[in-house]
């Protein structure tokens, strides 16, 4: 019997096939589109996933202020952090900080679906999220996918 045959085949940073993929954001529900966004960011919808190399597509992001929140969630979300002072605990209702940027909602749940790590940091710096429809990433020419088709 061959044993050759059977070897597991690793991605790394040199095999990897990093594409630019376009999605539209409008009228998406908030967590569902990042979890989506997540797994195109972390590449576990390719044949090849490795976890621990950032073999996922880089992932622009248009319309973000035409998001969805369901519920109470725009008066009752809050989003908290700290100036690291005493006393400095600051927080914000999700349309407080819609109404500052749009785009940081998206940003900021898509981030907290990305490993606590090196990795995590890297495969964000791979999300671009664009208020409006024009972005300045055509060079690249991004492949416009359909989030409701992927799994």
């Not at 208020?131 to 799994?151: M, R």
Request: aromatic share 6%.
């Amino acid at each position: 019997m061959d044993t050759l045959s059977y070897k597991t085949i690793s991605a790394n940073k040199a095999t990897v096939q990093k594409e630019w993929v376009l999605v539209d954001a409008e009228g998406q529900t908030l967590g569902r589109l990042a979890s989506k966004i997540a797994i195109l960011l972390r590449g576990k919808h390719k044949t090849n996933f490795t976890p621990h190399v950032d073999c996922g597509d880089n992932v622009i992001v248009v319309n973000s202020e035409k998001i969805n929140l369901s519920g109470n969630k725009w008066n009752e979300k809050t989003y908290i952090r700290h100036t690291g002072y005493p006393g400095g605990q600051r927080s914000l209702t999700a349309t407080e900080m819609f109404s500052k940027d749009p785009a940081r909602l998206v940003e900021k749940s898509v981030k907290g679906m990305l490993p606590k790590n090196k990795l995590g940091a890297a495969l964000f710096r791979n999300l671009n999220v664009v208020v409006g429809t024009a972005h300045s990433y055509e060079a690249q020419k991004p492949k416009t996918i359909n989030l409701n088709e992927v799994n």
